[in-house]
Nanobody
Framework: QVQLVESGGGLVQAGGSLRLSCAAS????????MGWFRQAPGKEREFVAA????????SYADYVKGRFIISRDNAKNAGYLQMNSLKPEDTAVYYC???????????????WGQGTQVTVSS
């Protein structure tokens, strides 16, 4: 079973940037598709970005295109989400997830991290 730990969240002013990290416990991470999701108070969890096993393909929600960049470093068993031009509406708990069955882009995941809080002030 894969353990995922997110870090890098915090408080930032609108227009600022944060880089979230997702550390995986197993080297098999390099074979897994991964994604980032977020959940704001009173709202359902929503898709943010996804990346295939090798990092050669990515997918983004429309509201983060041009602002966020998903990446991974399989040698370090880690994934990342670079968030630029942050807006107050980006405030949420951000979760990293992986699929142990799918190597290409997907929105279905079976392992999840505990989340990291991102708060953007106006």
């Amino acid at each position: 079973q894969v353990q995922l730990v997110e870090s890098g969240g915090g408080l930032v002013q609108a227009g600022g940037s944060l880089r979230l990290s997702c550390a995986a416990s197993e080297r098999t991470f390099s074979r897994y598709s991964m994604g980032w999701f977020r959940q704001a108070p009173g709202k359902e969890r929503e898709f943010v970005a996804a990346i295939n096993w090798s990092g050669s393909r990515t997918s983004y929600a429309d509201y983060v295109k041009g602002r966020f960049i998903i990446s991974r470093d399989n040698a370090k068993n880690a994934g990342y989400l670079q968030m630029n031009s942050l807006k107050p509406e980006d405030t949420a708990v951000y979760y990293c997830a992986v699929s142990s069955y799918i190597m290409e882009i997907t929105t279905r995941y079976d392992y999840w991290g505990q989340g990291t809080q991102v708060t953007v002030s106006s």
